[in-house]
């Protein structure tokens, strides 16, 4: 594993500080979270574009069999959404 330096200015830092704190974790698992979860939400807006998706029709959404688990993770908020 590679480290990298990341500038924040003292109030993101001091932001991630209460969070972590709040959410019982480290700012470090914060950023990594955060980066993961970005990371997750551009590969899908990519396959989005090159065309790898499809519409599900009765509530226009769109999804990729590539990124069901991001698909899955939204019918959480809506208990009417059920993929085929």
Excluded at 6 to 11: I, M, W
Excluded at 39 to 68: F, H, N, V, W
């Amino acid at each position: 594993m590679t480290s990298k330096a990341v500038k924040l200015d003292d109030s993101t830092i001091d932001h991630l500080k209460v969070l972590g704190e709040i959410r019982q974790r480290s700012p470090h698992w914060l950023m990594k979270e955060a980066i993961r979860q970005f990371l997750d939400r551009e590969e899908a807006a990519e396959q989005i574009r090159l065309g790898g998706c499809r519409t599900y029709q009765p509530l226009s959404l769109i999804y990729c069999k590539m990124t069901l688990s991001s698909t899955l993770s939204l019918a959480r908020f809506h208990e009417s959404f059920y993929p085929i």
